[in-house]
T-cell receptor, first 115, second 114 residues
Framework: NAGVTQTPKFQVLKTGQSMTLQCAQDMNHEYMSWYRQDPGMGLRLIHYSVGAGITDQGEVPNGYNVSRSTTEDFPLRLLSAAPSQTSVYFC??????????????FGQGTRLTVV | GQQLNQSPQSMFIQEGEDVSMNCTSSSIFNTWLWYKQDPGEGPVLLIALYKAGELTSNGRLTAQFGITRKDSFLNISASIPSDVGIYFC??????????????FGKGTKLSVIP
């Protein structure tokens, strides 16, 4: 059981480049989300999705786009990378928005550096 | 949005000592979660709390959901070197739109001296 899989694990981008961080889960979870983790800031929610075809903004959505065409995948796109987006990105999934025991399971993270 | 205050920010303890950390919020949460993060890894769920006043244990870990629903604490008894890591609390609230967003504390970094 793979759980939540994120790729790549590490990435270096130049300012202005675009890229997509991939996230896939094999637990048939409805709810998926993206967080960024910066030193001393904890985890902050970027975007989330309560099901295929439905996405919404979290606390820090600017500079990021998401889509949810399937239950399994929830990619995060950086359209024009900026140094302020240097961070560790975590994808998480949980059983559902309307189900109890909605503990979130996290991927191993993607370490992104924008130079 | 909701804010969580987690304390202490860091702790240095001797192996074998007990540890206590807590989170407080200005808002009410329906669920409190405690996660541990090892270096280079994603957070891993330790304990989930669903009812005000609930006290739950997981091995040497014990966590409680505060009666007011605005706070939670985590205790680790008889610490061992592998307890080293960053511990996060997270509050979960049904926003009413069917979403269960997590709000995280900033973490407690635990160091255990052998």
């Amino acid at each position: 059981n793979a759980g939540v899989t994120q790729t790549p694990k590490f990435q270096v981008l130049k300012t202005g480049q675009s890229m997509t961080l991939q996230c896939a889960q094999d637990m048939n979870h409805e709810y998926m989300s993206w967080y960024r983790q910066d030193p001393g800031m904890g985890l902050r929610l970027i975007h989330y999705s309560v099901g295929a075809g439905i996405t919404d903004q979290g606390e820090v959505p600017n500079g990021y786009n998401v889509s949810r065409s399937t239950t399994e995948d929830f990619p995060l796109r950086l359209l024009s990378a900026a140094p302020s987006q240097t961070s560790v990105y975590f994808c998480a999934s949980s059983r559902g928005a309307l189900v109890m025991n909605t503990e979130a399971f996290f991927g191993q993270g993607t370490r992104l550096t924008v130079v | 949005g909701q804010q969580l205050n987690q304390s202490p920010q860091s702790m240095f303890i001797q192996e074998g000592e007990d540890v206590s950390m807590n989170c407080t919020s200005s808002s009410i949460f329906n669920t409190w979660l405690w996660y541990k993060q090892d270096p280079g890894e994603g957070p891993v769920l330790l304990i989930a709390l669903y009812k005000a006043g609930e006290l739950t244990s997981n091995g040497r870990l014990t966590a409680q959901f505060g009666i007011t629903r605005k706070d939670s604490f985590l205790n680790i008894s008889a610490s061992i070197p592998s307890d080293v890591g960053i511990y996060f609390c997270a509050g979960q609230l049904n926003s009413g739109a069917g979403s269960y967003q997590l709000t995280f504390g900033k973490g407690t970094k635990l160091s255990v001296i052998p």
